[in-house]
């Protein structure tokens, strides 16, 4: 069985630029979410996609935006990077949208914007 | 809509010590809770969940938790820790059947284990 993956695991950028977090979600699992976890905190919501449509959206403006492929890997764009941007992005995958709360989460995305 | 307070930012504790994380949420509808450990440098992953029935649920690593409605509560407990255990413990809350969108996890709790 193949785990959540995540690419790349570190990146370094400068305000004003754009990134693409890339994610494929574990062998059988149809629902990807994505996760802001800023330094000290937990992780905050962003969006889901269930089988390629976003499926609920958190409190991030649309500079924060989605994919979903049909084979349910999922990027992450990020438009007009702003110093607070920077933050781990942990994406999780589930099946059928994660009703029981169980994500399996990647190792996450190291995003740094100077 | 839900909410979860942790609260303990860290909690050092000597290793073979028990130990208990604190955790608390609001709601006004029947909840699943969760624990998610997070490693350094690692994703979250489930220590365990209570979704209904028995009020004590046991997960891995030989942590367990107790649901108490009366006091909104659902504290993390382990009996003995191990130096392996030093991670951040974040609890989370969500409404039965609702997406995984709905899950509203706690600022999180440093565990750290001295010799």
């Known amino acids: 069985e193949t785990g959540v993956t995540q690419s790349p695991t570190h990146l370094i950028k400068t305000r004003g630029q754009q990134v693409t977090l890339r994610c494929s979600s574990q062998s059988g699992h149809n629902t990807v979410s994505w996760y802001q976890q800023a330094l000290g905190q937990g992780p905050q919501f962003i969006f889901q996609?269930?089988?390629?449509?976003?499926?609920g959206r958190g409190n991030f403006p649309p500079r924060f935006s989605g994919l979903q492929f049909p084979n349910y890997s999922s990027e992450l764009n990020v438009n007009a990077l702003e110093l607070d941007d920077s933050a781990l992005y942990l994406c999780?995958?589930?099946?059928?949208?994660?009703?029981?709360?169980?994500?399996?989460f990647g190792e996450g995305s190291r995003l740094t914007v100077l | 809509a839900q909410s979860v307070t942790q609260l303990d930012s860290q909690v050092p504790v000597f290793e073979e010590a028990p130990v208990e994380l604190r955790c608390n949420y609001s709601?006004?509808?029947?909840?699943?809770l969760f624990w998610y450990v997070q490693y350094p440098n690692q994703g979250l992953q489930l220590l365990l969940k209570?979704?209904?029935?028995?009020?004590l649920v046991k997960g891995i690593n030989g942590f367990e938790a107790e649901f108490n409605k009366s006091q909104t509560s659902f504290h993390l407990r382990k009996p003995s820790v191990h130096i392996s255990d030093t991670a951040e413990y974040f609890c989370?809350?969500?409404?039965?059947?609702?997406?995984?969108?709905?899950?509203?996890f706690g600022s999180g709790t440093r565990l750290s284990i001295r010799p």
């Open positions: 999780a995958s589930s099946s059928d949208r994660g009703h029981t709360g169980e994500l399996f």
């Open positions: 989370a809350v969500s409404a039965p059947y609702s997406s995984a969108s709905k899950i509203i």
């Open positions: 209570y979704l209904s029935g028995s009020t």
């Open positions: 996609y269930y089988r390629e449509e976003e499926n």
């Open positions: 709601s006004s509808v029947s909840v699943y």
